[in-house]
């Protein structure tokens, strides 16, 4: 009679449906968290796009780590210009509180490269625009000038950018192809250029081949979609440069992150 029971009980439904509820605590392990945070961001964040949040203190080391193996600084720089922007209380009053995510990244890469010309494409309010400006006015306060440009379809866009971000540079409205193009006929050789506009992979693209001929020799690019996309890793290999990936983790936030896709020219290899 046991072993009868026995029988039936492992070949039930019963046992099965149990079993598959045990077996749910694994993954809920994993996207609970995230599942409550959502309740909670929905009836406190008036945020619909383009989300806030800082990083874990793990990941931003690995930020660092990410930004001094772009740019050949020091480790112990690349950090230094992480706490730095963290700690500039006159651009997070300015903004609103902050937090940057992976924008920690754009001005410590803006920090270490010193660029002539930084372009953003697509500016939204601004947060982005101010956070690389900000990078650009303390590289001038040590001699090194540079001038950013975003780009934004928008007419509202960038309404975060305002006095002292605005004398780092300018928002060009319109068509970003069509600002790229007027950029690329005035000369402008670009050190850092962001992808952060239309994300569909075509215009991606686009944007790539067309700033193509105006990127200096050191030129990074960095590509916001590439969590998504692969047309920031093709355009790299397409024309001899390296490529990495850097993968936010939002400290406390439901949304997984997206991350930071680099283009740029290694140092030779010696032996």
């Not at 392990?29 to 009836?43: E, H, I, K, L, M």
């Not at 989300?51 to 480790?75: H, I, P, Q, W």
């Not at 305002?162 to 690329?184: H, T």
Request: charged share 25%.
């Amino acid at each position: 009679m046991r072993r009868w029971i026995k029988r039936r009980w492992q070949h039930s439904a019963l046992r099965r449906l149990l079993a598959g509820f045990q077996r749910l605590r694994t993954p809920w392990a994993y996207y609970g968290p995230a599942a409550r945070q959502s309740v909670q961001w929905a009836w406190r964040s008036s945020e619909a796009a383009n989300f806030t949040y800082d990083l874990t203190a793990k990941n931003k080391e690995y930020l660092a780590a990410f930004v001094s193996a772009v740019t050949r600084c020091s480790l112990p720089e690349a950090e230094a210009f992480i706490r730095e922007v963290e700690n500039d209380a006159a651009l997070r009053v300015h903004v609103g509180g902050g937090p940057y995510g992976r924008r920690l990244g754009w001005y410590a890469l803006a920090r270490a490269l010193k660029p002539r010309v930084v372009i953003e494409t697509g500016v939204y309010e601004g947060l982005g625009s101010c956070v690389l400006s900000a990078a650009l006015l303390r590289n001038a306060s040590e001699g090194h000038p540079g001038q950013y440009f975003g780009t934004d379809i928008d007419p509202e866009a960038g309404k975060l950018y305002r006095a002292p971000y605005v004398r780092a540079g300018e928002i060009l409205y319109g068509d970003s192809l069509a600002s790229l193009e007027a950029l690329k006929q005035r000369g402008i050789r670009v050190d850092l250029f962001i992808n952060d506009s239309d994300h569909s992979a075509s215009y991606e693209r686009r944007e790539y081949e067309l700033i193509a001929g105006a990127l200096s020799e050191r030129a990074v690019i960095i590509a916001d979609n590439a969590h998504a996309t692969r047309e920031l890793y093709d355009f790299a290999r397409a024309t001899g440069r390296a490529f990495l990936f850097f993968q936010e983790e939002p400290l406390d936030h439901w949304y997984p992150g997206s991350g930071i896709g680099v283009a740029y020219t290694p140092a030779p290899f010696t032996v």
